[in-house]
């Protein structure tokens, strides 16, 4: 039986709450919210914590 290629693209969207890093590389983030087209994610330099607006095409989920 063959996988439905529908749940193989679902399981590569982006969501809230999912670790994602950007394409060019850098540290992991987190998505916290959308706002006009942009995932706004944050994540950790050393003790301080970060965030950012990034693109979806920026992105990829973090393995």
Not at 26 to 34: A, F, H
């Amino acid at each position: 039986m063959e996988s439905n290629p529908l749940n193989k693209e679902k399981s590569n969207e982006i969501t809230f709450g999912q670790v994602v890093r950007l394409k060019s590389g850098g540290p992991k983030m987190t998505v916290k919210y959308q706002r006009q087209g942009d995932w706004i994610c944050t994540w950790f330099s050393g003790d301080e914590m970060k965030e950012g607006a990034f693109d979806k095409g920026q992105l990829e989920i973090a393995e």
